[in-house]
């Protein structure tokens, strides 16, 4: 079974080159631009993984987060921004997410992505 990702970025090359990446590992992407596509929209979607920018034009990405959270507990997250702040470090470590800084490489991301599929498949 391939492993469904949800990649909210708002930065539509980052998100076009990231959802290309990702299929090419062999995973199934669902974008999102905004984080109101994910909130309003995708109610009773559910995911494999989720891959957040922190940073959204509509709402932040800590709320998305808790918004896939509350719909999916166990969902492992990961956190991508430009500007790791301490309020940023605290969200992670509360909700034991991680932080992926940008820029970052695609090959890094897979692997981080395969790393939390496989911890949550033995969880």
Do not use: N
């Amino acid at each position: 079974m391939t492993a469904r990702i949800l990649l909210v970025e708002d930065e539509l090359l980052v998100a076009l080159s990231l959802r290309e990446a990702l299929s090419e590992a062999g995973f199934d992407v669902d974008c999102a631009y905004l984080g109101s596509t994910v909130i309003d929209d995708r109610v009773g979607v559910e995911w494999d993984a989720a891959l957040v920018d922190m940073a959204l034009p509509d709402s932040s990405g800590a709320t998305v987060v808790q918004h896939l959270l509350h719909q999916q507990p166990q969902l492992p997250v990961i956190l991508t921004t430009g500007l790791e702040t301490p309020e940023t470090r605290r969200f992670a470590s509360d909700h034991e997410l991680t932080i992926l800084a940008k820029p970052f490489d695609d090959a890094t991301l897979v692997e981080l992505l395969r790393s939390l599929l496989i911890a949550e498949a033995h969880a």
